[in-house]
């Protein structure tokens, strides 16, 4: 398996080279090139039963020779040989057609009198002298015989994803040649082989499938492997219990008493859950996942709160430096960073608060370096300035990162590490479908805040067509007329033949329309966004046309309508995102979706809308209409890259595979396993807890 790819019979130094550019170094990176596609070649038609416009497999006795026709060469013609056209005459027991090939006139000498051949191409109608005939062009072609199977022609046939200058034909050459020399071993323990065909019967076959059920049945086995293999790396990540700081006292009354509202349940009930963490002397490590608005803020608060006064952490001589314990939390934005010093500052005036973001002068940073490393400083809020090297912390004992998808694993660890085992707590307001919570968080414990504060209002949410557009006009002046403003937005920048809503035009018309009310426009190619939307903010515009560069962090509470144009364009989650800039105030809050389109899962999303404001449920239901490749924001969540398996169709396998983890993980405990059943499975899950750690 380790064996040099260019040691493969029929790949020379050049061919070597780019393959090695494309990640295939050796005989084992070769047969994990997976197909992209494959292509049904395997029913095999007589002649007379070729239709024209479609690609069908022939299979015929060369009865005459080839002849190459060379057609007039233009006068500035550089490749003469691109005039030339090979033909072959072929002929079964049902019919004559022709087969062309251009510009490749050594082919000619290919084909042998007598020899039979497997021929997949396009057939086309080609008109000559009055009558129509059949033609294939340019068909890939395989010589059959005795002992060979055919790899191009008359089977199912991989597909690949390949660079310039490497044909399909020549890469399945080699890709047979690989696995002819590689032998896989299994790598799943016996215990879970039972129902799945073994890993060489899977790689040969998912290469070239005998045939559709072969197919199948390797696709599963490799994915149940690809999943499979995440999930105890990710059990074995979250089951290696590290000793935690015990908190006894998780007493919260004094921090409620200062609160100016209650907690919601759903707030206690997931504060109870980090008690327990807390109160159990092993490390927590939990996801707060709240819908924006929800409280995650003061939940995080009252976690510190609890850390902060166990008076564990005093070791009570005066003559040391202070041993109290400390809490850092990391916010993605200098503006965010603010707001909670400004938060925490207020919830937990009897502990000495420090704010440390990259914008404060060299003299602050110091004054704040020196207070956090002594300890007085004990509740840290800041920005990445906190993984900052310069940065020693006392007795960290809970680390917090707010919004988390927006960084990466490493800089949440970063910030751990600079304590011994502290407690880490992450909070996103990102909602995301459980199953792939499962595979992005598998190692951390989940808490939902499933509930708003009381007395928010519903926004309201209709969907309408175009038809509705002067009346909505109204509707727009009478909010304006209340005082409030609006926010339109629609999917293009600028007037374009895709007949989507854009910015300018919309603006346009609607000032023409409304010619009182003033009118600004937003998106991404302006300069001054944030003039924009200060002014906004002031309600200097009463209207504001955008695109959905408003999407993040825009907090306008006196905005109460927002008009969606082409809403078949968007996905539920960024709906749900964008209807969340309106009901942020007092005022009873509208979302208004334009859209002409009756495709069905367009109205299934817009019903969805109408129906609730519940953004878990939207995100299941996105993730279910648009799968998870599109799922808004994946990427920034940093899903591991799944090679075959599909999160949404596979997940009957994606539940055998979790449950069969949690069995082997439980069954096998540590790390060193020596059995031999499991020596191949400890290997490669080393191999994968190895990438995900440096990710
Ligand atoms: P998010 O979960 O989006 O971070 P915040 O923590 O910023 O939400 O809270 C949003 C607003 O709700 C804040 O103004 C906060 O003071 C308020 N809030 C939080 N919890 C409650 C509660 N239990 N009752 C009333 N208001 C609350
Ligand atoms: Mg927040």
């Known amino acids: 398996m380790n064996m040099d790819i260019s040691d493969l019979a029929g790949i020379g130094p050049s061919r070597a080279k780019v393959l090695k550019d494309m990640g295939i170094d050796t005989i084992q990176d070769m047969v994990r090139y ?28 060369i009865s005459a020779e080839g002849e190459n026709v060379v057609l007039p060469s233009k006068a500035n013609q550089f490749k003469p040989s691109s005039t030339t056209i090979t033909k072959l005459l072929l002929k079964d027991e049902t019919g004559a057609i022709e087969l062309v090939w251009f510009g490749q006139p050594y082919l000619k000498r290919n084909f042998k009198k007598n020899d039979t051949y497997l021929f997949t191409g396009r057939v086309v109608e080609y008109f000559a002298g009055g009558t129509s005939r059949l033609q294939m062009e340019s068909p890939d072609y395989e010589k059959l015989s005795q002992d060979t199977a055919t790899l191009s022609a008359g089977r199912i046939v991989p597909v690949y994803t390949l660079p310039k200058g490497i044909s399909q034909k020549m890469f399945r050459k080699w890709m047979k040649a690989a696995l002819d020399t590689a032998t896989e071993e299994d790598n799943l323990p016996v215990s879970l082989r039972l129902d799945l065909c073994t890993r060489q019967e899977a790689i040969q076959n998912i290469h070239f499938p005998e045939s559709d059920d072969h197919f199948h049945v390797a696709r599963r086995r490799l994915v149940f492997e690809e999943l499979f293999f995440m999930q105890l790396a990710l059990l074995r990540i979250k089951g290696g219990t590290q000793p935690g700081i015990p908190i006894q006292n998780t007493d919260l009354s004094p921090f409620l008493a200062k609160l100016p509202f209650a907690l919601t349940e759903a707030q206690q009930s997931v504060l109870v859950e980090i008690a327990q963490d807390f109160q159990k002397g092993q490390r927590m490590n939990r996801l707060i996942q709240g819908d924006v608005g929800s409280g995650k803020t003061v939940v995080a608060a009252a976690a510190a709160y609890m850390i902060m006064s166990d008076s564990a952490g005093d070791t009570g001589k005066k003559t040391e430096c202070v041993k109290r314990y400390q809490v850092a939390i990391m916010a993605p ?25 990259g914008s404060l002068s060299a003299k602050e940073k110091r004054a704040a370096y020196a207070s956090i490393k002594e300890g007085h400083a004990q509740m840290i809020v800041g920005t990445h300035a906190l993984i900052q090297q310069g940065v020693i912390f006392n007795n960290l004992a809970l680390v917090i990162t707010d919004e988390q998808h927006r960084f990466g694993v490493k800089q949440r660890g970063a910030l751990s590490d600079k304590g011994t085992y502290p407690h880490t707590m992450i909070m996103t307001a990102t909602p995301i479908p459980r199953t792939l919570g499962l595979i992005l968080y598998g190692d951390m414990d989940i808490s939902i805040i499933n509930a708003l504060p009381p007395g928010r209002q519903v926004i309201k949410t209709y969907c309408v067509n175009s038809r509705y557009r002067s009346r909505l006009v109204a509707f727009m002046a009478k909010q304006v007329q209340e005082k409030r403003q609006v926010y339109v937005i629609c999917p293009a920048i600028d007037e374009s033949d895709t007949g989507m809503a854009s910015v300018t035009a919309y603006a346009a018309k609607l000032q023409e329309a409304l010619p009182d009310i003033p009118i600004a426009c937003l998106h991404g190619r302006l300069k001054n966004k944030e003039e924009v939307m200060t002014a906004f903010g002031n309600n200097e515009y009463s209207i504001i046309v955008s695109t959905t560069v408003i999407e ?39 979302c208004v979706l334009v859209t002409d389109s009756k495709a069905e899962h367009t109205q299934k999303r817009m019903k969805a809308m109408e129906s609730t404001t519940d953004g878990f449920v939207l995100s299941e239901l996105d993730l279910q209409l648009r799968g998870p490749g599109d799922f808004f924001g994946v990427q920034q969540h940093g899903l591991p890259g799944f090679i075959i398996a599909n999160l949404y169709s596979d997940m009957d396998i994606l539940k055998a595979a979790q449950k069969a983890a949690t ?15 499991y020596q191949n499975m400890h290997n490669v899950l080393k191999e994968i807890l190895g990438e995900m750690i440096t990710m």
């Not at 965010?336 to 000495?352: E, M, T, V």
């Open 552 to 590: 993040v962090g825009v907090d306008v509470p006196n905005a109460t309508l927002i008009v969606i144009e082409n809403a078949e364009r968007f996905g539920l989650s960024q709906l749900h995102q964008l209807r969340g800039r309106v009901g942020r105030g007092i005022h009873q809050s509208y």
């Open 34 to 61: 997976f197909p992209r596609d494959y292509d049904d070649r395997s029913r095999i038609k007589t002649i007379s039963m070729l239709t024209p416009g479609t690609t069908h497999t022939i299979c015929a006795t």
């Open 663 to 677: 069995t082997v993980n439980e069954a096998t405990g540590k790390l060193d396993i020596t059995e031999e059943e």
């Open 333 to 357: 934005t200098e503006v965010l960073a603010r707001q909670h010093f400004k938060h925490f500052s207020n919830y937990l005036p009897d502990f000495n608060t420090v704010l440390l973001t």
